[in-house]
């Protein structure tokens, strides 16, 4: 069976997504293409001989597509993945799920109204190899119960229209879900620390900071983002548990020795740094659709990190105290998320 997929918002994400389905993934393929601007729609559907649309709505609706991928603006997403829903489609959602929790809620809503899991979350680096391998020594108790998590999320530069509020929902979100699933628990304070600023920021921008979160059993996890660095995209993690550490390792291809030193490269953006993960992640979409056993990141997930990621904001807005989290009680319709590989 080929999966013919429907792709709403056919920007960078979202042609590095099509990429990987026609050269890379099996099993699936970009039939149909969406965007309010035709003329890029167009563009990118031709080489695939896709049909392009207008309206999104359309597209989810059409006889020849089987499952949707939506890669559009975060504020977009949720009419696009309720229409999903509604027509029974699975549904590929890049982050934001939406971009406030209510939407989140919605989305759940809908979704069990239908009966049955259709929606997946882009929160790639679930499907990281590292990062699995830290998950597997954690998960194992060898080393004991993890006590504190460090983490580093720096970018080279941002665009001037990313705003101060993007550092928590757009950024370090990727932080909250993946320490929500090392740790297998949800967190339920925020704070916002706010050390000297760059030169090479933008003036509306607090750069870098640290947000400071608190897990249910009293884990700490601090992240630091600092998203006009300069020299590069560089993703850490190191978690302290009672009898030793486990960390990421440098994501280097080569190491050099010349007369400059020892050195390696550093990755430049997610897409290089993350390949692997967004390759296995798209893969295991793709073989649960196939199969009809929905996997990976879903709606409540979504919708966790929506709740962390607004304490978060209302901490860097405010005054520098800690914002309690408040999240519903995780319903029975999601108790059974698969969060592991498919096929």
């Known amino acids: 069976m080929t999966v013919r997929i429907g792709l709403i918002g056919p920007g960078g994400m979202g042609q590095a997504h099509i990429a990987r389905i026609t050269n890379v993934l099996f099993g699936g393929k970009v039939v149909a293409v969406c965007d309010l601007d035709l003329t890029r729609a167009k563009a990118v559907a031709e080489p695939l001989g896709a049909t392009v649309y207008s309206e999104g709505a359309t597209l989810i609706g059409a006889e020849e597509v089987d499952a949707i991928m939506v890669t559009s603006f975060g504020p977009a997403h949720e009419e696009s993945v309720l229409a999903a829903i509604e027509a029974g489609k699975p549904v590929f959602c890049e982050k934001p799920l939406a971009p406030t929790a209510a939407a989140c809620l919605r989305i759940m809503a809908a979704e069990e109204k239908a009966g049955r899991r259709l929606v997946q979350v882009g929160f790639m680096r679930r499907y990281d190899q590292s990062y699995r391998q830290m998950k597997a020594v954690l998960d194992s108790g060898e080393i004991g119960e993890p006590l504190m998590v460090h983490c580093v999320h720096r970018n080279p530069t941002v665009a001037q229209t990313y705003t101060a509020d993007m550092s928590i929902n757009d950024t370090a979100i990727h932080e909250v879900d993946t320490m929500r699933w090392l740790l ?79 050195h390696n490269e550093v990755a430049t953006s997610h897409i290089d740094r993350f390949d692997g993960a967004f390759t296995t992640e798209l893969q295991s979409w793709i073989r649960s659709v196939e199969i009809g056993e929905a996997s990976g990141p879903s709606s409540w997930d979504g919708y966790a990190a929506a709740v962390v990621c607004d304490a978060g904001v209302k901490a860097l807005m405010g005054d520098g105290g800690t914002v309690a989290i408040e999240m519903i009680d995780r319903p029975a319709f999601y108790s059974n998320d698969a969060s592991v590989v498919v096929g």
């Open 184 to 262: 297998d628990e949800e967190f339920v304070t925020a704070r916002v620390d706010r050390p000297k600023k760059t030169r090479n920021r933008f003036p509306h921008l607090q750069d870098p900071l640290i947000l400071i979160l608190e897990s249910e059993s009293g884990v700490r996890v601090d992240d630091e983002i600092f998203v006009n660095i300069q020299y590069g995209y560089d993703i850490r993690c190191e978690a302290v548990a009672e009898t030793g550490t486990v960390s990421l390792a440098d994501q280097n291809k080569i190491e050099r020795r010349d007369s400059h030193g020892h």
